[in-house]
């Protein structure tokens, strides 16, 4: 069996970027992830790099922002009363807003006297990344997590 459409994976990853030893992302101290693919369940790039692998392959692959997160768009750089912050507020910390779209993660560019200006760009945003992964297993999906259009767990039913 091989990863392709509707196949859950189980893998285990690190990611790094390019020319560094920096880990941004690893699940070897933990569970192994499992994705259903052909869903947008994971970025693009990263699917499409493991499609045709088997159980027990190694696959390494460096991703651009393109496959990635994108580039970084200058427009999503808003600013923000002071106020509406707590006064512990920090350059880089994480927050979460809600929209129509649903909740929208920012983070915190710049601090000014009144304002605060926010950014809406994916923490990787504009970085290529690098990924060293093990397909561990590989299993048909189940009708239900098809239509679904996620995994529900090691034996496809949600826990």
Known sequence: MKIEK???VTVHYTGTFPN?????D????R???EFLVG????????????LGA??????????IPEQAYGHRNE???QEMPKDQFPPDLEVGMMFQAQSDQGPMQFSINEILEETVKIDFNHPMAGKTLQFSVDVISIRDATEEEILH???HGANGHQH
């Open 6 to 8: 509707d196949k859950v």
């Open 20 to 24: 560094s030893d920096e880990i941004f």
């Open 26 to 29: 690893s699940s070897k101290d």
């Open 31 to 33: 569970e192994p992830m």
């Open 39 to 50: 869903h947008n369940n994971m970025i693009m790039g990263f699917e499409q790099e493991l």
């Open 54 to 63: 088997q159980k027990g392959e190694k696959r390494d692959f460096t991703l």
């Open 75 to 77: 427009d999503a750089i």
């Open 149 to 151: 259009g996620h995994s």
